[in-house]
């Protein structure tokens, strides 16, 4: 993979704000990433062995391991801790690190999520589904609360945890959960309840709705999901309506709503959330 492309779903990544910035609705607190210089993850990027093929999920892994690394007041104690018994993989424990400015040990859950806003849904924040209908925000959390975190306490985690003489009450458990928020462009402005606003970077559409909000002299591309941190600043590669019309069509037909980069005839950038449903 090209060092550039690389460098610019790393500092996607980085960039992209945490959901939450307190504990008043997840009751977990939230850990957010240190803001990093371009030379700065430049360096990351030079010692983290890093393996070209990998889904979404698993790069953003190695990105946030690269920038804990980077980060002189983290101490990286272990990561991708597979929690067994019987031979039976109850599930996994993203990073464990030792907080050197507050002298305390942390486990950190990390999530990267793209979701869109559902108004139809009648719980307000039932609403942030995935772009394909198969996730949601709310499933997400329970997930988190019901199985990832209490597996720091549960007796098989015991054992690794005293080869590195840890107590598991004196862990700190927190997430650092990243997403990007795709909204209904009659809801820009509105302020959406219990999550970080600064997340909202564009707007989803229909495919009609699509072809009647762009133009044929407008640019386009549909990046591939491991690209959908990066910005559309940062793409060279454009086609035509026509061509990305045809993409958006292929997509649907395997209920798959692909994003969309936009550079306008205007010269603004834009990203979009094409959904098949």
Known sequence: MKESRLFNQLSGFINTPSLFLNTLFTGIKPFTLSHYTSYEMREMLSKIEFPVKLVMGKRMEYFFKAAIIGNPQIKLLA?????????????????????????????????????????????QMERWIGPNRKDSLMEKLEKVKNNQLPLLHSLPARSFLDSLEIYPDNVEQQICFKAKLFIPKHLNGYNFPNVNNQCVVGYYYDLQQFKEEFQDNDKFYAPEKQDWPSQPENNTNWVTFSKTIKEIRD???????????IHKHTGEFESAIVVWW
């Open 251 to 261: 997509m649907h037909l395997k209920k798959k709503s692909p994003l969309i980069w």
């Open 79 to 123: 990561n991708n801790i597979q929690i067994h018994h019987n031979k039976t993989t109850l599930g996994e424990l993203d990073f464990l690190v030792n907080d050197l400015q507050y002298q305390k040990i942390v486990h950190i859950e990390l999530m990267y999520k793209i979701y869109v806003y559902d108004p139809n849904i009648q719980n």
